[in-house]
């Protein structure tokens, strides 16, 4: 049986953007993928990030919000970057890992009602998951599970 692929997602703070495609890739990838997430700062995984995973059927609230740091020693096949900020930042990966990169607006700095920002987030959530579905189809080459 082929080794399960690990992917590392990165973003600023580890809270909402990185969570999110960490939640569709467990989600699409299942068994053929170990995946995990983390930030080039720490700042907590964003309730409303959770809340808005739930009603797509996704449960992160068991995630944690951690720094790159803590994997600089562990070997990855993928990079995921989903902002410019980690890009910019992201450390060096000793292996052999593919550094793929895309673009997400920030959906906590969206200001406004309490609907505004859940609009951003659920915006957001469903701009990731295409981007996940994407990766697992195209790049993995792994069937999309319902």
Avoid at 90 to 96: H, I
Avoid at 125 to 146: A, G, M, N, S, V
Wanted: glycine residues 6%.
């Amino acid at each position: 049986m082929k080794s399960r692929i690990r992917i590392l997602v990165l973003c600023t703070g580890n809270s909402c953007r990185s969570q999110m495609a960490e939640g569709w890739l467990r989600h699409y990838g299942g068994a053929f993928i170990d995946v995990n997430s983390a930030g080039v700062e720490v700042h907590g995984v964003n309730p409303l990030a959770i809340k808005v995973m739930g009603e797509a059927g996704i449960d992160i609230s068991g995630h944690t919000s951690d720094n790159v740091d803590q994997y600089l020693d562990q070997s990855f096949d993928y990079v995921i970057t989903v902002c410019d900020n980690a890009r910019e930042r992201c450390p060096y990966f000793p292996t052999k890992a593919l550094k793929i990169h895309r673009n997400f607006q920030d959906p906590a700095k969206v200001k406004g009602s309490e609907e505004d920002q859940l609009n951003a987030f659920r915006s957001i959530r469903d701009e990731i998951r295409d981007f996940c579905q994407d990766f697992i189809e195209k790049e993995l080459d792994i069937p999309i599970r319902p």
